[in-house]
């Protein structure tokens, strides 16, 4: 059974910069297309960044394009985001998800907010 577990979220000021992680248990995560996504209250859940099982293919929302960076540690069995230049708009509940195809596990989730 596949678990993850988010780590890294917290506050930060306009600008600044958060690194979050995506700790997986369960299996190897180069057999899993891995993403992140976000969601505030009251709006859809938004998929910013995707990498495939293996490794080659990486995806970015506009919205993060340039300012986000996801990578994954084989060694670890984890996955990170690298978020810099904050916005206010990047406050959110931050979620990593595994599937193959499918986002079918999902993390709890932790809090970003950026003031």
């Known amino acids: 059974h596949v678990q993850l577990v988010e780590s890294g979220g917290g506050s930060v000021q306009r600008g600044g910069s958060l690194r979050l992680s995506c700790s997986v248990s369960?299996?190897?995560?180069?057999?899993?297309?891995l993403g992140w996504f976000r969601q505030t209250p009251g709006k859809e859940r938004e998929g910013i960044a995707a990498l495939n099982g293996g490794g080659g293919s990486i995806v970015y929302a506009n919205s993060v394009k340039g300012r986000f960076t996801v990578s994954r540690d084989n060694a670890k069995n984890a996955l990170h985001l690298q978020m810099d230049n904050l916005e206010s708009d990047d406050t959110a509940m931050y979620y990593c998800?595994?599937?193959?195809?499918?986002?079918?596990?999902w993390g709890q989730g932790t809090q970003v907010t950026v003031s």
């Open positions: 369960g299996d190897t995560v180069t057999k899993y297309c």
């Open positions: 998800a595994a599937g193959r195809p499918g986002f079918g596990h």
